[in-house]
């Protein structure tokens, strides 16, 4: 497949809609480039699965990304990022096409620890998958080897957000229940990583429950300097970007209720087509 002259827009995939928030994030920071934002809603969520499924599903989104002629892919999920992006970028990309690139949010949302955490102990919250997966502690074990990580899995809090409970009395107890979870298993935490992309919609809960002297990290903007950084670093990719600020949304789902629920992720209307 391999298209050395190829431009084209930057690929976003998620499982289903948390990848928006990570998209509206690069939007703001990069909006002339074009974008095809995909989700797997049909198969979404990701969070529970096992590596291979998650393996095999964000590599046939990946392939469906370059048959559209996306040069960069981002994957704007965790549990991808955690599961499939080490394997795509050193086993697949080589033989599909080694002049495209794909790249995760667990390794820039790491980069910035240095500098927003005080005393290097670091909470995760992520979905079982990217927890089991350990991907933040290794990644941060290479990065700041005397840093402490906790992980702590949040099975629940997707569900509450793609019901639109996230501001109900329901989510109450199940963001107090791993904050405190959290806690116990390290109470000198300082600074909390958001390490799935739906957490920023229930931060406002977060936030009620949450000791006011740590931090919180989200990713959106984080990865989008991130992505601004690389492509002034790489002018030999940044230069195969086509620049018309277009986005198109694609969803393995029903479109309308796509739609629906990408409102609250993106605050504006989306219209997406089905794959
Ligand atoms: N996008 C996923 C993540 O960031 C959350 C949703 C899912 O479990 O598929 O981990």
Redesign the pocket.
């Known amino acids: 497949m391999q298209t050395l002259d190829l431009n084209g827009p930057i690929g976003v995939f998620?499982?289903?809609y948390?990848?928006l928030t990570i998209l509206r994030g690069i939007r703001r920071l990069l909006p002339q480039y074009d974008y095809i934002y995909l989700g797997d809603n049909a198969r979404?969520?990701?969070?529970?699965r096992s590596f291979d499924i998650v393996y095999r599903f964000t590599l046939e989104a990946v392939n469906e990304l370059f048959a559209r002629g996306c040069p960069l892919v981002i994957l704007a999920?965790?549990?991808a990022s955690a599961k499939a992006l080490r394997s795509i970028q050193q086993r697949d990309l080589p033989e599909i096409d080694p002049t495209r690139r794909v790249l995760g949010v667990i390794r820039p949302t790491v980069e910035v620890l240095g500098k927003l955490s005080s005393g290097g102990h670091i909470g995760v919250f992520?979905?079982p998958?990217?927890i089991a997966s350990e991907s933040y502690n290794i990644e941060i074990a290479k990065l700041y080897p005397h840093f402490t990580t906790t992980g702590q899995a949040c099975p629940m809090w997707?569900p509450l957000v793609e019901n639109e409970e996230a501001a109900g009395p329901g989510a109450d107890y199940f963001v107090q229940k791993y904050i405190t979870s959290l806690l116990q298993a390290d109470p000198q935490i300082d600074t909390v990583v958001l390490g799935?992309?739906?957490y920023p919609l229930i931060l406002d809960k977060i936030r009620q429950y949450m000791p006011p002297h740590i931090g919180i990290v989200e990713q959106g903007n984080i990865v989008a300097s991130s992505l601004a950084d690389y492509l002034q670093r790489h002018p030999e990719m940044e230069s195969r970007l086509t620049r018309g600020g277009a986005v198109e949304y694609l969803t393995t789902e029903n479109p309308e209720k796509f739609n629906h629920l990408a409102r609250m992720f993106m605050n504006c209307d989306v219209s997406a087509s089905r794959l």
């Open positions: 998620d499982s289903g948390g990848g979404a969520p990701y969070g529970n999920c965790n549990t992520a979905t998958g990217t997707v799935c992309t739906h």
